[in-house]
């Protein structure tokens, strides 16, 4: 039962454009969500987080928006540059105290210079 | 933040070895983590290590097989036992330095079982 789902295998993007790399989850429970990029042979890095109570956060070139009634959230990145090629893992958990985090599957992406 | 060492980065091993994964952390943690990625997976959660008491393992992961130590606050280790090709992984240790915080990840450790 994959609770938190990325259905994009992989995004290629023109460097300069927007991303958009999209996640959506099941369990009503979770409060807490986070998005990690990761490159080859390196440990997923902390990107940016939302708690259930915003529709928005934002951190520089990042943007991560959340629909509660859907179920879905996203996450922006403008300008796209080179160096954001990597795999994005959209992760969900509870909040309050320390929380099980639930990964989705990630999306690769690809921003072409 | 904190800063994650995990030993080793990569191992070829034989079935029915085992082999022990060590995490050290640059600051005192509470909550230490180990989670698994298999090939086009995502990340799951092995289990989750308190230092002074028994690791608590998540529906899947049994102790027998994936023993875990947790000595202090800085350190933990993950032991794969009596391998097998299913066992060929990236593990990973993680940490929380706080309550509602981001997880921090070490680099992950590549297992390949021959």
């Known amino acids: 039962d994959q609770q938190v789902k990325q259905n994009s295998p992989s995004l290629s993007v023109q460097e300069g454009r927007i991303s958009i790399l999209n996640c959506d989850y099941t369990n009503s429970m979770f409060d807490y969500f986070l998005w990690y990029k990761k490159y080859p042979a390196e440990g997923p890095t902390f990107l940016i987080s939302?708690?259930?109570?915003?529709d928005k956060n934002e951190d520089g070139r990042f943007t991560v928006f959340l629909n509660k009634s859907a179920k879905h959230l996203s996450l922006h990145i403008v300008p796209s540059q080179p160096g954001d090629s990597a795999v994005y893992f959209c992760a969900a958990s509870g909040y309050g105290g320390y929380q099980k985090v639930t990964f989705g599957t990630g999306t690769k992406l690809q921003v072409i210079p | 933040s904190a800063v994650i060492s995990q030993k080793p980065s990569r191992d070829i091993c034989q079935r029915g070895t085992s082999l022990t994964i060590q995490c050290q952390v640059d600051s005192q943690v509470t909550m230490m983590f180990w989670y698994r990625q298999q090939p086009g997976q995502s990340l799951t959660l092995i289990a989750t290590?308190?230092?002074?008491?028994?690791?608590?393992?998540e529906s899947g992961f049994v102790i027998d097989k994936f023993p875990i130590s947790r000595p202090n606050l800085t350190f933990s280790t993950l032991t794969v036992s009596n391998m097998s090709p299913e066992d060929s992984s990236i593990y990973l240790c993680?940490?929380?330095?706080?309550?509602?915080?981001?997880?921090?990840f070490g680099q992950g450790t590549r297992l390949t079982v021959v």
């Open positions: 993680s940490v929380a330095t706080g309550a509602n915080t981001e997880a921090f």
């Open positions: 290590a308190n230092q002074g008491s028994e690791a608590t393992y």
């Open positions: 939302i708690s259930s109570i915003k």
